[in-house]
């Protein structure tokens, strides 16, 4: 059977032919390209891109070119032989009939093809992949410190879209803006934080994280190394005082009662990066009872407060870091040295790595040469006899803290701890202490409590070999691993432990 007998004449015009050469051409490509993904690195999110987006695209185009070319040859046909402007259906004309059929049999095959692949371009462009490696340098920060939360295999949609289509036509909204701020360099460095188009974190979070049935304590061990020559290891235990004795009473206390439903938490800010809090407004929602707490340190005049925009607190205003951890220097040093990436028995090593992490660093490969370069001078300038003798181990430990940097500081984007601060916690920025500061009080003079033993329970402390325990219900008092003066008491933790970089 010879196809090509069977098509209507009126196909022979150069618009349509070329249609049916590039639309046949982006065909092969695509299924070429289609075998290969299979054979290759699932991965590769640029393959998706030309599978599912580009070449389609011009596949289109060469479908539409072949109806295109036929209507105006017999638009110009009939300026020639004066007929009419339509064209004639004719079906005892068996020419017409095989023409008319063969075309309509390979519209339907290419409809089902075309539907298919929109299907997966609504997947492709829903995938991790897509969102994550597209703009390679803009999205690298959040991509490599997803890999690294906790929630690691939670697709990025599940979070920034969630279901429906209306949020699905509101993301690709952004995200068209999007792609014209990464090819005109629009973007800022770092990327503006708070979202403001982020869906709201209960209607996202509680999909998975169903707050009926939330947690009751959670123990968090916790190690750290002084700067010292023995790199002094401090122990801290803490029972996390998440919700109330046992799961069962719900929400009635602890840490999550903030979003119990019968409660509602307003606060005003003073800046977009919602770091200080003059105002918190507390209502019973059962029984209508309302306190008013104000920051009696630093006031805001009221006309100010007025012009402020209010926020009711949810998961954001605790967990506003639950993918995209970018982790302090002294975190995950620590923790390099827990697991033993950095030997911990090492002399002088923490003070080391410290040394070469509170500089900022503008590219990746300067923050490389000069974490090396820093620490080794280190050692060269204050103590020659260790680096002589640890030669081998100080260059093992500088590859550990380089590979740490690399997850956790991006100097492309400027992104990292400083930048993105963690409001789970008080140590390195006041995080709960923005409001549990016992400086905010209501006119009665109630105050938002900032009593260690509120939200958890020091159960260990202590230089390994010398911690002192205690049972799990009666809290330690607190004692600082160096002395102090019993500054943490009036001071806030963050006053002396700032995020390094400078
Ligand atoms: C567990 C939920 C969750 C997942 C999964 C998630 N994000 Fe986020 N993302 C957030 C939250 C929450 C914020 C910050 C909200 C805030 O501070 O306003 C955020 C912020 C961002 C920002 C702004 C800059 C920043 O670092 O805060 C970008 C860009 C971003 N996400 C991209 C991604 C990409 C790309 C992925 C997948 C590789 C992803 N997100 C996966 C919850 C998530
Ligand atoms: C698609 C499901 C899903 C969504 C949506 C989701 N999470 Fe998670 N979350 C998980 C899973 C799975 C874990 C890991 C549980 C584990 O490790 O035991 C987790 C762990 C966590 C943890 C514990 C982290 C830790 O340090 O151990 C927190 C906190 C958390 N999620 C908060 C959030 C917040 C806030 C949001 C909304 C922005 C959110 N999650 C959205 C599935 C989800
Ligand atoms: C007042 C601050 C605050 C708010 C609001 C808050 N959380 Fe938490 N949440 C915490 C703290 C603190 C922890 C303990 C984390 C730790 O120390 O590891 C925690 C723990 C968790 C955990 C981990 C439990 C485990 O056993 O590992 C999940 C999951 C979680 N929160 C989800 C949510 C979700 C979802 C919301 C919103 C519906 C929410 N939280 C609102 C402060 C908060
Ligand atoms: C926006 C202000 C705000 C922030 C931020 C905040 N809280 Fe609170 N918190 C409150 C208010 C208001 C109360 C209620 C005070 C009262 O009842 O007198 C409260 C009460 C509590 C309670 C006692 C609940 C009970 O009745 O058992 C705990 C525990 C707690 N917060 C933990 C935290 C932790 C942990 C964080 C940081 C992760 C945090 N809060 C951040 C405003 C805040
Ligand atoms: C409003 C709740 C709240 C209050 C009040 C509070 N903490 Fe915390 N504390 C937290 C949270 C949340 C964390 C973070 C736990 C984690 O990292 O998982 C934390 C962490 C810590 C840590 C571990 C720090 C680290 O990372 O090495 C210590 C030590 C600590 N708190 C001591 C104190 C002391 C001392 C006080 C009293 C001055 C106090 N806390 C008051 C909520 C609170
Ligand atoms: C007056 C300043 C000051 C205040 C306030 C302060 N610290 Fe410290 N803290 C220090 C110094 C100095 C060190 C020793 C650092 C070193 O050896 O590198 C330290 C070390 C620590 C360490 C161990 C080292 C590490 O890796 O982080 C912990 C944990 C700690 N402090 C917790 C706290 C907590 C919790 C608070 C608030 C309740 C607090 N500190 C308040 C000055 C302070």
New binding site residues.
């Given amino acids: 059977m010879n196809i090509s007998m069977k098509l209507p004449k009126k196909i022979y015009n150069w618009m349509s032919l070329a249609g049916i050469v590039l639309a046949a051409n982006s065909l092969l490509v695509i299924i070429v390209l289609f075998l290969f993904s299979l054979f290759t690195d699932h991965n590769n999110s640029y393959l998706g891109l030309y599978i599912y987006i580009i070449v389609p695209m011009f596949l289109v185009i060469g479908l539409l070119m072949i109806p295109l070319g036929v209507v105006l040859k017999i638009k110009k046909q009939d300026v020639e032989t004066n007929e009419g402007n339509w064209p004639v259906f004719n079906f005892n004309n068996p020419k017409f009939r095989s023409g008319f059929f063969t075309i309509s049999a390979i519209t339907v095959i290419l409809l089902i093809i075309s539907a298919m692949g929109s299907y997966q371009a609504f997947r492709y462009s829903e995938s991790v992949e897509f969102c994550g490696k597209l703009c390679h340098k803009v999205m690298e920060p959040e991509y490599v410190s997803y890999q690294h939360s906790p929630h690691a295999r939670v697709a990025c949609v599940e979070c920034h879209v969630g279901e429906g289509a209306g949020w699905y036509i509101k993301s690709k909204m952004s995200g068209l803006y999007q792609v014209y701020s990464v090819t005109f360099k629009k973007y800022a460095r770092p990327i503006e934080t708070p979202l403001h188009n982020l869906r709201p974190?209960?209607e996202t979070?509680?999909r998975c994280?169903w707050?009926e049935k939330f947690?009751s304590r959670?123990l968090?061990n916790i190690r750290s190394y002084l700067t010292d020559s023995a790199n002094t290891e401090w122990n801290n235990s803490l029972l996390?005082k998440?919700g109330p004795e046992f799961s069962s009473q719900g929400q009635t206390e602890g840490?999550?009662w903030?979003?119990n439903k019968n409660f509602k938490i307003e606060y005003v800010a003073t800046a977009n990066d919602r770091e200080t809090i003059p105002w918190v407004k507390m209502t019973n929602l059962k029984t209508g009872e309302v306190k008013t707490f104000m920051d009696t340190e630093n006031p805001v005049e009221k006309a100010k407060l007025d012009s402020l925009p209010v926020r009711t607190?949810?998961?954001m205003?605790?967990?506003n870091r639950p993918s995209h951890l970018y982790n302090s220097p002294t975190f995950y040093i620590n923790n390099a040295m827990v697991s033993g990436k950095i030997p911990k028995d090492l002399p002088y090593i923490k003070k080391a790595a410290m040394e070469a992490l509170k500089i900022t660093y503008t590219t990746s490969d300067s923050a490389m040469t000069q974490i090396d370069a820093t620490v080794m001078n280190f050692y060269k300038d204050n103590y020659p006899d260790i680096l002589a003798k640890e030669k081998g181990r100080i260059t093992a430990a500088i590859t550990a803290i380089q590979d740490e940097y690399k997850v956790n500081a991006f100097p492309y984007m400027r992104a990292d701890a400083t930048k993105y601060l963690n409001h789970?916690g008080h140590l390195e920025s006041d995080g709960?202490f923005r409001c549990h500061s016992d400086r905010h009080k209501t006119e009665k003079g109630e105050t938002i409590s900032r009593d260690c033993n509120l939200?958890h329970v020091i159960i260990n402390q202590g230089p390994t070999g010398k911690v002192q325990t205690s049972s799990t219900d009666k809290s330690l008092e607190f004692e600082h691993p160096v002395p102090i003066k019993g500054a943490w008491k009036t001071s806030f933790c963050s006053e002396c432990h700032k995020v390094l970089y400078e």
């Fill in positions: 974190a209960r979070c509680e994280h707050p947690y959670k968090v996390m998440i840490i999550h903030h979003i607190m949810d998961c205003d605790c967990h789970r709960c939200c």
